[in-house]
């Protein structure tokens, strides 16, 4: 099979001179068609930086990314991020429902009234019924939050890259979300890569889990999730091989965290 997104020996550093600040060496992950692979590190290791560089907006210092085989240089059509700062990826001058529909533009075989429909419909899934004529400033910050998770979807991208996207809203609507995420990823065929800084999210949702390091990062393990989907919020959480998987990330952060305190 061929990897749908590939890193091989990346690396990103900031600035020159005195003032390089090496934030990604060696890195190299691949992520197969269909998968969905969660992506965890320590604060700060470079996690934002190594989606920048996977999905074209920032060009790696090292190595090549490469998406459906082709090499990375601007962001590919087929690719779709959800960004961290979600206050500042949403367009202000946009209502919610016309944010979605300009991440729909590249969605080919609907009318614009089916367009319409549909993204009225994810409005719907992700608890925005009512909120489509207001503009994202008028709505709070887990809303925001959850209007760029839409548009996101929306986009039918064959690769979505999420950065931290559950970050801002509540418990009760962070596990909806996290189900909602994981069907439409398997009712679209959508590959996704999910980065979280909550090992349990990362488990519960991934089929495969990368383990970042400390900066300068690369991927210190890679953990299969061997859990039967659909996925569920209380019968997964208590599988053995979901507090398995747990367990093995908590401590190898834990040992990471340790020797970087050591060092
Ligand atoms: N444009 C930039 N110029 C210079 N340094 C930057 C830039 N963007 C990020 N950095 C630095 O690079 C490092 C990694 O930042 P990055 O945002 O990629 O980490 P992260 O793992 O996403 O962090 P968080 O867990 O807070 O989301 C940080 O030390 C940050 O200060
Ligand atoms: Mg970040």
């Known amino acids: 099979m061929t990897s749908i997104l590939t890193a091989d020996a990346v690396g990103k550093a900031y ?12 890195l190299t992950l691949s992520v197969e068609p269909g998968e969905f692979v969660s ?14 560089c996977l999905a074209g ?11 459906k085989g082709q ?5 590919p ?3 779709s991020v959800v960004f961290q700062d979600y206050s500042r990826s949403l367009l202000p001058w946009k209502t919610n429902l016309d944010n979605i529909l300009f991440g729909m533009r590249r969605v080919t075989g609907m009318d614009k009234a089916a367009k319409r429909d549909r993204a009225m419909e994810i409005l719907s899934a992700v608890g925005l019924t009512g909120f489509d004529g207001h503009y994202p400033w008028q709505v709070s910050g887990g809303m925001q939050q959850r209007v760029a998770i839409a548009r996101g979807i929306a986009a039918q991208s064959e690769l979505l890259l999420l950065d931290e996207p559950l970050a801002a809203v509540d418990a009760q609507t962070r596990a909806d979300m996290q189900d909602l995420l994981l069907d439409l990823a398997a009712r679209f065929n959508q590959t996704c890569l999910l980065v979280t800084h909550d ?13 970042l390091g400390p900066r300068p990062t690369h991927v210190v393990r890679e953990i299969e999730v061997d859990l039967p989907k659909p996925r569920d919020q209380l019968a997964t959480r208590e599988h053995p091989a979901f507090l ?20």
């Open 15 to 26: 600035g020159t001179g005195s003032n390089r600040l090496p934030i990604i060496k060696g």
């Open 39 to 52: 992506l965890v590190g320590p604060s700060g290791c470079g996690k934002t930086t190594l989606l920048m």
């Open 57 to 67: 907006l920032l060009a790696p210092s090292e190595g090549e990314v490469r998406f």
């Open 71 to 75: 090499r990375v240089t601007d962001p």
């Open 77 to 79: 059509i087929g690719l």
């Open 199 to 211: 090992v349990e999210e990362a488990v519960y949702m991934a089929d495969r889990v990368l383990v």
């Open 244 to 263: 398995h998987a747990r367990h093995e990330v908590l401590a190898l952060i834990r040992s990471m965290r340790q020797r970087t305190v050591a060092a």
